[in-house]
């Protein structure tokens, strides 16, 4: 991961496991069954967006490696094994 995308994704995470833990506490608190599933929600929708930060990393770095010549092929195959395990 590129040094200027690598804050924005630790800054994401320590967010989400903040949140992860709220909601460690509202299971303990007892709270209701909508509150918390929307809570769990909205950490999966974080957690897309940390996906998503790192592919667009991924990306640009294929593409700089393809223009300094660098092997195309093993750049597309490690963007798609990395786009595949993100479904």
Do not use: N
Not at 7 to 28: N, Q
Not at 48 to 62: A, K, P, Q, R
Request: glycine share 6%.
């Amino acid at each position: 991961m590129s040094r200027h995308k690598r804050p924005e994704v630790d800054s994401r995470l320590s967010k989400i496991e903040g949140h992860v833990r709220a909601i460690r506490k509202m299971v303990h608190d007892d709270r209701s069954y909508p509150e918390i599933v929307h809570q769990v929600a909205a950490v999966r929708a974080s957690l897309d967006g940390v996906v998503e930060v790192i592919v667009d990393d991924l990306v640009e770095d294929c593409v700089a490696t393809a223009r300094k010549g660098g092997s195309v092929k093993e750049t597309v195959l490690e963007l798609q094994q990395v786009v595949a395990s993100g479904r």
